[in-house]
Antibody, heavy 122, light 110 residues
Framework: QVQLVQSGAEVKKPGASVKVSCKASGYSFSNYHLHWVRQAPGQGLEWVGTINPSGGITSSAQKFQGRVTMTRDTSTSTVYMDLSSLRSEDTAVYYC???????????????WGQGTLVTVSS | QTVVTQEPSFSVSPGGTVTLTCGLSSGSVSGSHYPSWYQQTPGQAPRTLIYSTNSRSYGVPDRFSGSILGNKAALTITGAQADDECDYYCVLYMGSGIWVFGGGTKLTVL
C-alpha cells in the first residue's frame, strides 16, 4: 500500500535551516510528483512546492522562492524539503503529499504523509 | 496574486444539505483549475474527497459531490452527519506548476 513516512519533529532557532524528509513506499517513486504543504497552528493549508522525482524539477510558491530547496534520492525513494532563514512564522506542520493520475485524471494530492512539526523559537 | 476564497464558516442541520464554494479573487473557476476538495479533522492529515471538479476519491460516500456552480467550484454534502463537522479545503491549479489552497471552511453540524 502507498505510504509516505516523514521525519520527526524539529525545533530550530530563527535564522537556521531545517530539512524534512518524506520516504515513499508501495508505488513507483519516480512516476509521481510529490508536493510539500504546510499548516501553521490554527491556520489553513498552504502549498509550498512540488518536486518531480524523475528529473528533480521543482516548482514553488513565490513566497518561498529563494528559501526552499526540494531534492530527491531515488535510491531510497525519499524527497527532502530544506527551508532556510527560518522565522517564527515558519512554525507549522509540514506535509508531503503525492500527485497521481487515475485513468488519465489528475488527483492533485491523493496520499498524504503524517506531517512533521517544525517549531521555530529562540 | 490570486486568492482562492472559501466561506470561513458554515452551519448545517443534521440530515440537511450544504454547499461550500471555492472561488477566485479575480476570474472564474473552471475545470482547467482542477478543483479538488479535502476534509481535515483536528490533528489529522487532510483526506481527499473530490478531485478534478467532480470525481469522488476512493471510499468517499456519495453524500459528497463536486461541481462548478456559476463561477465557483462547489462541494455539496447531503444528509449531513455529526462526523462531517470539521474543516474543508479546496485547492486550485493556477498553471506553471502553481497550486493555491483556499482558506478553508469550518463546518458545524447542529
Amino acid at each position: 500500500q502507498v505510504q509516505l513516512v516523514q521525519s520527526g519533529a524539529e525545533v530550530k532557532k530563527p535564522g537556521a535551516s531545517v530539512k524534512v524528509s518524506c520516504k515513499a513506499s508501495g508505488y513507483s517513486f519516480s512516476n509521481y510528483h510529490l508536493h510539500w504543504v504546510r499548516q501553521a497552528p490554527g491556520q489553513g493549508l498552504e502549498w509550498v512546492g512540488t518536486i518531480n522525482p524523475s528529473g528533480g524539477i521543482t516548482s514553488s510558491a513565490q513566497k518561498f522562492q529563494g528559501r526552499v530547496t526540494m531534492t530527491r534520492d531515488t535510491s531510497t525513494s525519499t524527497v527532502y524539503m530544506d527551508l532556510s532563514s527560518l522565522r517564527s512564522e515558519d512554525t507549522a506542520v509540514y506535509y508531503c503529499a503525492r500527485r497521481a493520475f487515475v485513468q488519465g485524471v489528475m488527483i492533485p494530492f491523493d496520499y498524504w504523509g503524517q506531517g512533521t512539526l517544525v517549531t521555530v523559537s529562540s | 496574486q490570486t486568492v482562492v476564497t472559501q466561506e470561513p464558516s458554515f452551519s448545517v442541520s443534521p440530515g440537511g444539505t450544504v454547499t461550500l464554494t471555492c472561488g477566485l479573487s479575480s476570474g472564474s473557476v473552471s475545470g482547467s483549475h482542477y478543483p479538488s476538495w479535502y476534509q481535515q479533522t483536528p490533528g489529522q492529515a487532510p483526506r481527499t474527497l473530490i478531485y478534478s471538479t467532480n470525481s469522488r476519491s476512493y471510499g468517499v460516500p456519495d453524500r459528497f459531490s463536486g461541481s462548478i456552480l456559476g463561477n465557483k467550484a462547489a462541494l455539496t454534502i447531503t444528509g449531513a452527519q455529526a462526523d462531517d463537522e470539521c474543516d474543508y479545503y479546496c485547492v486550485l491549479y493556477m498553471g506553471s506548476g502553481i497550486w493555491v489552497f483556499g482558506g478553508g471552511t469550518k463546518l458545524t453540524v447542529l
